[in-house]
């Protein structure tokens, strides 16, 4: 089917939220690292909210679940988004490919469904990119999203490993259950993390 690609990487956007929000200590929930900014626990919530919102009133795609589980703490977004999400993606991967090509109203506007699974992709990593800004700000060590980080060895083309926390959202969540796996990591390498020849 024409639009698989998109299934595909929302069911793999699940796990890298995931993965993010399982590095957040319980003690930092609360952490604002300016007035405006949202807390860990706030960010949780939009996620929940704002995705709860955009599948059920553009996508016409329910859960059996409130948008938020009932103890908003960090291990309960973890099963809740868990829980949610594959629902979501269970849905998308029966829609035929006129679903997607047809319009559906995105706030004032219209625009394809594609294009909305599309938009709520980038919107997703958007603020999964902002909490991995506060892991820095606690000087901790990141684990890859996409790639190397500056823990994992630095840059792809300087040899550098993909390295994920939890290779799947089966073994995060039996692992966060019980206080969570640290997989060791080997550093930024001997070069910075620097695109520029010779950096």
């Given at each position: 089917?024409?639009?698989?690609?998109?299934?595909?990487?929302?069911?793999?956007?699940?796990?890298?939220?995931?993965?993010?929000?399982?590095?957040?200590?319980?003690?930092?929930?609360?952490?604002?690292?300016?007035?405006?900014?949202?807390?860990?626990?706030?960010?949780?919530?939009?996620?929940?909210?704002?995705?709860?919102?955009?599948?059920?009133?553009?996508?016409g795609i329910t859960v059996p679940m409130p948008a938020v589980p009932a103890a908003e703490t960090r291990l309960a977004f973890l099963?809740?988004?868990?829980?949610?999400?594959?629902?979501?993606?269970?849905?998308?991967?029966?829609?035929?490919?006129?679903?997607?090509?047809?319009?559906?109203?995105?706030?004032?506007?219209?625009?394809?469904?594609?294009?909305?699974?599309?938009?709520?992709?980038?919107?997703?990593?958007?603020?999964?990119?902002q909490l991995t800004v506060y892991l820095r700000l606690w000087g901790q060590s990141l684990y890859s999203t996409y790639g190397p980080?500056?823990?994992?060895?630095?840059?792809?083309?300087?040899?550098?490993?993909?390295?994920?926390?939890?290779?799947?959202?089966?073994?995060?969540?039996?692992?966060?259950?019980?206080?969570?796996?640290?997989?060791?990591?080997?550093?930024?390498?001997?070069?910075?993390?620097?695109?520029?020849?010779?950096?």
């Amino acid at each position: 089917m024409r639009y698989d690609f998109l299934i595909e990487t929302y069911e793999t956007e699940r796990i890298k939220t995931l993965n993010v929000w399982s590095q957040i200590p319980d003690a930092r929930m609360e952490f604002r690292p300016e007035p405006r900014a949202r807390s860990p626990h706030e960010h949780m919530v939009h996620q929940c909210v704002s995705e709860d919102t955009w599948m059920r009133t553009m996508l016409g795609i329910t859960v059996p679940m409130p948008a938020v589980p009932a103890a908003e703490t960090r291990l309960a977004f973890l099963e809740h988004y868990a829980a949610t999400s594959v629902v979501r993606l269970t849905e998308l991967r029966g829609k035929p490919e006129e679903w997607f090509e047809g319009a559906t109203a995105f706030f004032d506007t219209q625009r394809s469904r594609a294009w909305v699974v599309t938009r709520r992709l980038t919107h997703s990593a958007h603020h999964r990119a902002q909490l991995t800004v506060y892991l820095r700000l606690w000087g901790q060590s990141l684990y890859s999203t996409y790639g190397p980080s500056a823990d994992t060895g630095g840059l792809f083309q300087n040899g550098a490993a993909v390295i994920y926390r939890y290779p799947s959202i089966e073994r995060l969540l039996t692992a966060e259950e019980s206080g969570g796996e640290f997989p060791p990591l080997p550093g930024p390498g001997q070069r910075a993390p620097t695109e520029r020849p010779g950096g």
